[in-house]
C-alpha cells in the first residue's frame, strides 16, 4: 500500500541529546514536509523539501534538521538546541505544486517527549 | 506565521444532528483541505477543494471553496459517534512550501 511512514511513534530524548525521526514515502511525492503539533494547536511547519537535496525552512525551524537525500526520504534531527521539543511531529508529502498536486498527506505522527 | 481562524473552536451535538465549521483567512489561497484528526494520529484528509464556488460531498459530508478565495466550510449531516475528533482546515497558496492551517474544531457527538 502507498502511504507515508514514520518511525518511531513514541521516542524519549534526554537532556542534551539529538534524535532523529524518520519519514520514508512510496508515493512518488516530489515534496515532503516537516510539521510540529502542540497539544490543542494547528501544525507549524519546521523545514520542507521541493525536490532532492534542496530544503528550505519553514516558521519554526531552529534547533532542527534535515536532509533530502532521496526522494522517498526526509529524516528530521531534533538537536539539542531545541530547547522546548516535546510534541506531536508529523510528516507530509504532496504530489507537486498544482491542482490536485496541492493536495497534503499525513504520516502517522511521531511523539517525542523529553525525559 | 500565518493562521487561518477556524470556528467554533469545540461542538457538542446530539447524534443525527448536523455540524458546520468555517475556516477564514485575509489570504487568498488555490486549495482548500479538510482534515480529521483522531488522537495520536496523523490528520487524514476528508475533502480537497481546488477551485472557487467549488462544492464537493464525500458521503455526509460537504465542503465549500468561498468564492472571494479567503474562506470555506465543512459541514456533516446527520452525526454518528464515530465523528467524533478534531477538524482542520488548510489553504495553499501559490507557494508550494507553505501551508496555512486553522486550530481545529473539536466535534462530540453524544448518542
Known amino acids: 500500500d502507498g502511504g507515508i511512514t514514520q518511525s518511531p511513534k513514541y521516542l524519549f530524548r534526554k537532556e542534551g541529546q539529538n534524535v532523529t525521526l524518520s519519514c520514508e514515502q512510496n508515493l512518488n511525492h516530489d515534496a515532503m514536509y516537516w510539521y510540529r503539533q502542540d497539544p490543542g494547536q494547528g501544525l507549524r511547519l519546521i523545514y520542507y523539501s521541493q525536490i532532492v537535496n534542496d530544503f528550505q525552512k519553514g516558521d519554526i525551524a531552529e534547533g532542527y534538521s534535515v536532509s533530502r537525500e532521496k526522494k522517498e526520504s526526509f529524516p528530521l534531527t531534533v538537536t539539542s538546541a531545541q530547547k522546548n521539543p516535546t510534541a506531536f511531529y508529523l510528516c507530509?508529502?504532496?504530489?507537486?505544486?498544482?491542482?490536485?498536486?496541492?493536495?497534503?498527506?499525513f504520516g502517522e505522527g511521531s511523539w517525542l517527549t523529553v525525559v | 506565521g500565518q493562521q487561518l481562524n477556524q470556528s467554533p473552536q469545540s461542538m457538542f451535538i446530539q447524534e443525527g444532528e448536523d455540524a458546520s465549521m468555517n475556516c477564514t483567512s485575509s489570504?487568498?489561497?488555490?486549495?482548500w483541505l479538510w482534515y480529521k484528526q483522531d488522537p495520536g494520529e496523523g490528520p487524514v484528509l476528508l475533502i480537497a477543494?481546488?477551485?472557487?464556488?467549488e462544492l464537493t460531498s464525500n458521503g455526509r459530508l460537504t465542503a465549500q471553496f468561498g468564492i472571494t478565495r479567503k474562506d470555506s466550510f465543512l459541514n456533516i449531516s446527520a452525526s454518528i459517534p464515530s465523528d467524533v475528533g478534531i477538524y482542520f482546515c488548510a489553504g495553499r497558496g501559490t507557494n508550494a512550501g507553505k501551508s496555512t492551517f486553522g486550530d481545529g474544531t473539536t466535534l462530540t457527538v453524544k448518542p
Open positions: 477543494l481546488y477551485k472557487a464556488g
Open positions: 507530509a508529502s504532496t504530489p507537486g505544486t498544482a491542482g490536485s498536486g496541492n493536495t497534503i498527506y
Open positions: 489570504s487568498i489561497f488555490n486549495t
